[in-house]
């Protein structure tokens, strides 16, 4: 009768850890998101790197659902068909995520490149601006653009 609790509280653990699984869901698609705003790719950016960061400790996770597993079946414990496909999956799952993450580095850096180039776009613009506005300056305080645009 212990045994059988224990197991059966291994079980719960075992299906709550999958249904965490779930979770990541939202994780990828927010580091999957193409940024339209700097704070946006900020932020892709950091995900990204925690991210790339935990997956050998999230692929560290695999092999000791596999063995709990095996233990449950050890002692016979009925897991539902739903459950025992989702772990089968797993690895499947965690090939993609791999891939996910991947593909999302590709796109950030892309869209780094872009938002930075747009950024020097913007602070040549910025520059020239002052160029002008300090060639223009001295004219604008003599009496050579009255007489230029009043014709007096």
């Known amino acids: 009768m212990v ?3 224990l197991m059966m509280m291994l079980m719960i653990v075992v299906m709550k850890k999958l249904a ?10 927010r580091v999957t998101q193409t940024p339209q ?3 946006e790719l900020g932020e892709g950016l950091l995900l990204w790197e925690h991210l790339d960061m935990e997956l050998p400790a999230t692929e560290a996770k695999i092999a000791p659902l596999f063995d709990q597993f095996a ?3 050890k002692y016979e ?6 459950v025992r496909a989702r772990l089968l999956d797993l690895p499947n799952k965690f090939r993609d995520f791999q891939q996910t993450l991947a593909d ?4 950030l850096k892309k869209h780094k490149v872009c938002h930075c ?4 776009h ?21 009496d050579l653009v009255t007489t230029i645009f009043h014709g007096s």
């Open 3 to 5: 045994t059988m609790n």
């Open 20 to 29: 965490d699984d779930d979770d990541d869901g939202d994780v990828v698609v």
């Open 37 to 39: 705003t700097l704070d």
């Open 71 to 73: 233990i449950l079946d």
């Open 77 to 82: 414990v009925k897991v539902a068909d739903d």
């Open 104 to 107: 999302a580095d590709i796109m």
């Open 117 to 120: 180039s747009i950024l020097t």
């Open 122 to 142: 913007i602070f040549n613009l910025l520059h020239l601006t002052v160029s002008v506005r300090s060639f223009v300056h001295p004219f604008v305080r003599t």
